[in-house]
């Protein structure tokens, strides 16, 4: 009995959140593409610095650029506040944020062009710069079939909506992370589609040490390993905000990993090379990164806290 009510209970939880989810979706589509992304980029301004991940997010720009001061480390706080809020209130109208729309760039559209033309798969990497979902916007919008990971929301109910407001846009496949998501991804390969996925949290089970602004982290293997079983390349993407909802999207020039016979040696360089390319882009416009998550070691966090600054 006791389960079955917690199970009922839990269930109206996620039917409110559902309801919730609506509401905002709906507000969100009646207001103007750029009021929208002004909007939540004002309020997470507001109530960001709030939030205990301020906090987090200030020892990352310590851990990554220490010999920055407080004022510039400040400023590119209120920035990530501003690109998360702006990217937040903008995903219930991502199906008006495509190139098609002509709110993005496509740079190197030429590429694209080539990977949808070429009848060989590629696996798209890239790191959560600026408004992620233009990415998977971007690819579908120029014809390349493509499969999506992504994380399924815990309330399923959410997690649909979240589906149908990605169809909206044309991401109608997505393999969820996990032994299911891998064997879709394969699956998906093997019939000629390519992949895209985020490389730049941290994967503590099975995941490969390389540096990142100096340090070791933990990064995903699946890319890398993906492309050398395919005999493939990672195709790096980047997202850079222009003004408002507009936005640049780049194809940048592919990744070959290395295929030397040492599986492991060759993965490995392939993860380092997405990581060196991650770093790079975050270096240049360091306040579109999403900061507010642990990607770094705890012991790094620890000597942080040892210094104080914990």
């Given amino acids: 009995m006791g389960d079955k009510r917690v199970s009922r209970l839990q269930d109206l939880a996620w039917r409110a959140e559902a309801v919730a989810y609506d509401v905002f979706t709906f507000l969100m589509r009646l207001m103007p593409t750029d009021f929208a992304s002004d909007v939540g980029g004002a309020l997470f301004r507001l109530l960001g610095p709030l939030t205990k991940t301020h906090k987090l997010a200030w020892q990352n720009l310590i851990l990554a650029f220490p010999e920055k001061d407080e004022a510039w480390r400040q400023r590119i706080l209120r920035e990530q506040w501003d690109s998360n809020g702006r990217t937040v209130f903008e995903f219930p109208q991502m199906d008006r944020i495509r190139p098609s729309t002509g709110r993005v760039e496509l740079v190197n559209a030429e590429r694209m062009e080539a990977i949808r033309t070429g009848g060989k798969p590629v696996v798209f990497v890239s790191g959560h710069l600026s408004n992620w979902e233009v990415m998977p916007a971007a690819i579908v919008d120029s014809g390349v079939i493509c499969q999506m990971t992504y994380r399924a929301a815990n309330n399923p109910y959410v997690d649909k909506r979240i589906r149908d407001s990605r169809a909206?846009?044309?991401?109608?496949?997505?393999?969820?992370?996990?032994?299911?998501?891998?064997?879709?991804?394969?699956?998906?390969?093997?019939?000629?589609?390519?992949?895209?996925?985020?490389?730049?949290?941290?994967?503590?089970?099975?995941?490969?040490?390389?540096?990142?602004?100096?340090?070791?982290?933990?990064?995903?293997?699946?890319?890398?390993?993906?492309?050398?079983?395919?005999?493939?390349?990672?195709?790096?993407?980047?997202?850079?905000?222009?003004?408002?909802?507009?936005?640049?999207?780049?194809?940048?020039?592919?990744?070959?990993v290395p295929d030397t016979g040492d599986k492991t040696a060759d993965i490995a360089a392939g993860v380092a090379a997405v990581t060196r390319f991650v770093e790079d882009r975050v270096r240049e416009r360091p306040g579109e990164w999403f900061w507010v998550h642990r990607r770094w070691p705890k012991e790094a966090y620890e000597e942080l806290a040892a210094r104080g600054l914990g």
């Fill in 168 to 256: 909206r846009y044309g991401v109608q496949l997505f393999a969820p992370k996990g032994g299911d998501g891998a064997r879709e991804l394969l699956e998906g390969m093997k019939k000629g589609e390519s992949v895209a996925l985020m490389n730049d949290q941290k994967f503590n089970r099975g995941g490969v040490s390389v540096p990142f602004f100096g340090r070791e982290v933990m990064a995903a293997p699946g890319p890398s390993r993906l492309a050398l079983r395919f005999g493939t390349v990672l195709q790096p993407m980047s997202v850079q905000r222009l003004k408002g909802a507009r936005f640049r999207a780049v194809v940048h020039d592919p990744i070959v």
